[in-house]
């Protein structure tokens, strides 16, 4: 695996496993997006699967919504919340929807506007992942990391050790620590509250 | 057995729990270490078969 920082832009020659090619699949129909969570640390070599892929997306009117759905249909997803087109754009301003392939549901795309200052973040920041058999775009590392310790359930400290998030973190962290932006993830271990946590990181 | 005769010492639990996570995160360290010093399509393919047995065709 090579990082390329100053380029935002991984190297990577694994072999793609079944989420991989779910996902390719899926994010070969859009020009703008980024994914974020759970599946970037997969990607990026953790130990576990997901059942889910978040991905974040510029909003758009309703006219470019129902073009980009009837591709993704085209491509054999479904939306699995509901089967009509308003409903699904009503639904998607206000929350996430997702999309499998036919009568699948394991696994699935979590699709969602980007709403916040740190989507649009990991959105103008994303990093390019070069794969064998096509890209993808990823939110920047660092805050992966600063946002996994915020997501870990509160509690003592043998449980949140061992809530996945925590160990997301600690996977990316321990792969990358020699190559993060140290600065700009204290910012965001700041923005985030989560300095506390550095300790699980150690 | 019956359910009602099953003993659970929660002291010995809670001890396991402990260990357990750290044993957890020891294999994470493991792990990412590996990741680095092996090439990708090394802890690839032993990454895909945990990943892949999750997924139907």
Partial sequence: ?202 | MKVSEVKVDLEELKKFKIQNTKERLEFIDFWANYIKTHLDEDWSKQQNILIDSQIKD
């Fill in chain 1, 1 to 202: 695996m090579e990082y390329n920082k100053g380029k935002k832009e991984i190297k990577l020659n694994r072999e793609l496993n079944k989420l991989d090619r779910f996902v390719l699949d899926f994010v070969d129909l859009l020009d703008d997006y980024v994914i974020v969570s759970g599946y970037v640390s997969i990607l990026l070599g953790r130990s576990r699967a997901t059942e889910d892929i978040d991905l974040l997306i510029p909003e758009m009117d309703e006219k470019e919504f129902y073009d980009l759905l009837k591709k993704i249909r085209g491509r054999g997803f479904e939306c699995i919340n509901t089967s009509k087109e308003r409903e699904i754009f009503d639904m998607l301003k206000e929350h996430a929807i997702r999309f499998a392939k036919i009568g699948r549901p394991i696994p699935n795309i979590e699709f969602k506007f980007i709403k916040t200052d740190m989507d649009r973040y990991s959105y103008e920041n994303s990093i390019k992942v070069i794969l064998n058999q096509g890209k993808m775009k990823i939110s920047p590392i660092e805050l992966q990391i600063a946002y996994k310790l915020f997501l870990a359930a509160d509690g003592a400290d043998e449980e949140i050790q061992s809530d996945k998030d925590i160990e997301d973190a600690r996977h990316l962290y321990k792969v990358f620590n020699e190559k993060i932006n140290k600065e700009e993830f204290l910012i965001f271990i700041n923005k985030l509250n989560v300095r506390k946590r550095l300790r699980f990181l150690k």
